[in-house]
């Protein structure tokens, strides 16, 4: 969500990238707007904040985490779900909160 502007809605998140052009192509075909988002940073976390997980995987390796997003306007919300309802995997499915 941006800070300031317009308002924006989470409304599809996922590590797959198949499942995301997929997604991206359901919500064209209802003739939705978006805004896709095909690279997020995992954040550093742990003590204080100065750990970041990624180093814990493949030997020390910083291994970057692909994460795909989709956003929508805030009364674009309901009729953007129901497109994807059912046709991709549901955000749930990888364990994200909301």
């Known amino acids: 969500m941006k800070l300031f502007g317009k308002a924006k809605e989470i409304v599809y998140r996922s590590k797959d990238q ?3 052009e997929k997604a991206k192509g ?3 075909e209802a003739g939705i707007s978006f805004d896709p988002v ?3 940073e995992v954040p550093a976390c742990g003590c204080g904040g100065k750990v970041d997980p990624r180093k814990f995987m493949n030997g ?3 291994v970057p985490t692909r994460i795909y997003r989709i956003e929508v306007e805030r009364q674009d919300k309901a009729a953007a779900e129901a497109a994807l309802d059912g046709n991709v995997q549901p955000v749930r499915a990888y364990g994200y909160g909301i």
């Open 18 to 20: 198949e499942d995301f």
């Open 26 to 28: 359901l919500l064209a």
């Open 60 to 62: 020390g390796k910083t």
């Open 38 to 40: 095909e690279y997020e």
